[in-house]
């Protein structure tokens, strides 16, 4: 064993002093990412010097904020840079926002769920059979995840900037994606009261084709209570044996209580006789 001018900690001290256990410090020891001070040759054991307790204290640091051990031999890297710490951190701080949102997303579904099993069931809603009239909308086609909607709305209140006050009710046109499965082909605009100029060069001004066989049903826009609207039009579909029509998209018209409390959705699925 080197003599190294000072006392130095047997495995089980330094165990202890560090509140590390032996496996955990046996494990460091084998992937490099803490090796002993010192092994005796003739015994096999090792010895660790004090000063390694502040390197073991910046593992347990790192591990805690949730770097892998991986990352974390990187920043212990004594040539890294303040600069290169600095985004590894920002790197990781994003990481974990990322993982909030998502699970902020699953905590707002598990919410959902719990107030659909405290309902004591619900009533089937009534879907009417209606001709729907040709509309003139101006629009944008983007594809996406139903998720993806609210964002996609943003964006087109941005392209409309002062003649949004011109537009009636949002309107939401999907259908599934030839492309992409995971995805639907979406347009996202506004139902026009009159015509007016182009504001942006992303949107396009359009009839949409009357459609003379629509399912419709209205229902109350309710936070984390899931919508039974698609099963109510699914029975009644199938309880009067129409088929969904493959050529045309399924329709949600947004639209505001007079008071300007609640928000309603109209879901239009176009059908046709078998």
């Given at each position: 064993m080197t003599d190294w001018g000072f006392s130095m900690f047997k495995i089980s001290e330094f165990s202890r002093l560090s509140r590390v256990s032996l496996k955990t410090l046996r494990f460091y020891d084998q992937i490099g990412i803490l090796k002993p001070a010192d092994i005796d040759k003739e015994t096999g054991y090792r010895f660790y010097a004090a000063e390694q307790l502040v390197t073991l204290n910046r593992i347990l640091m790192y591990k805690d904020l949730g770097f892998t051990l991986q990352q974390i031999q990187q920043l212990l890297q004594e040539e890294m840079s303040m600069e290169q710490r600095q985004g590894i951190l920002r790197q990781k701080e994003r990481e974990i926002e990322l993982l909030l949102e998502e699970e902020q997303a699953r905590l707002n579904r598990i919410k959902e769920r719990l107030l659909w099993i405290e309902q004591k069931g619900y009533v089937e809603q009534e879907v009417v059979f209606k001709r729907v009239e040709p509309q003139k909308v101006v629009s944008f086609r983007s594809e996406g995840t139903v998720e993806e909607i609210p964002m996609l709305f943003d964006r087109l209140a941005h392209y409309a900037g002062k003649q949004q006050k011109s537009m009636l009710s949002p309107i939401v046109l999907w259908k599934e994606s030839e492309r992409d499965e995971a995805a639907f082909e979406l347009e996202?605009?506004?139902?026009?009261?009159?015509?007016?100029?182009?504001?942006?060069?992303?949107?396009?001004?359009?009839?949409?084709?009357?459609?003379?066989?629509?399912?419709?049903l209205v229902q109350r826009v309710e936070p984390f209570v899931p919508s039974t609207a698609c099963i109510d039009l699914a029975k009644w579909i199938e309880r009067n044996q129409y088929r969904i029509k493959k050529d045309q998209p399924g329709r949600e018209t947004y639209l505001q209580s007079p008071d300007g409390g609640d928000t309603y959705v109209e879901v239009q699925i176009p059908i046709e006789s078998p």
């Amino acid at each position: 064993m080197t003599d190294w001018g000072f006392s130095m900690f047997k495995i089980s001290e330094f165990s202890r002093l560090s509140r590390v256990s032996l496996k955990t410090l046996r494990f460091y020891d084998q992937i490099g990412i803490l090796k002993p001070a010192d092994i005796d040759k003739e015994t096999g054991y090792r010895f660790y010097a004090a000063e390694q307790l502040v390197t073991l204290n910046r593992i347990l640091m790192y591990k805690d904020l949730g770097f892998t051990l991986q990352q974390i031999q990187q920043l212990l890297q004594e040539e890294m840079s303040m600069e290169q710490r600095q985004g590894i951190l920002r790197q990781k701080e994003r990481e974990i926002e990322l993982l909030l949102e998502e699970e902020q997303a699953r905590l707002n579904r598990i919410k959902e769920r719990l107030l659909w099993i405290e309902q004591k069931g619900y009533v089937e809603q009534e879907v009417v059979f209606k001709r729907v009239e040709p509309q003139k909308v101006v629009s944008f086609r983007s594809e996406g995840t139903v998720e993806e909607i609210p964002m996609l709305f943003d964006r087109l209140a941005h392209y409309a900037g002062k003649q949004q006050k011109s537009m009636l009710s949002p309107i939401v046109l999907w259908k599934e994606s030839e492309r992409d499965e995971a995805a639907f082909e979406l347009e996202i605009g506004y139902v026009l009261k009159q015509d007016i100029p182009l504001p942006s060069d992303m949107l396009e001004v359009r009839m949409l084709p009357e459609e003379p066989m629509m399912a419709t049903l209205v229902q109350r826009v309710e936070p984390f209570v899931p919508s039974t609207a698609c099963i109510d039009l699914a029975k009644w579909i199938e309880r009067n044996q129409y088929r969904i029509k493959k050529d045309q998209p399924g329709r949600e018209t947004y639209l505001q209580s007079p008071d300007g409390g609640d928000t309603y959705v109209e879901v239009q699925i176009p059908i046709e006789s078998p």
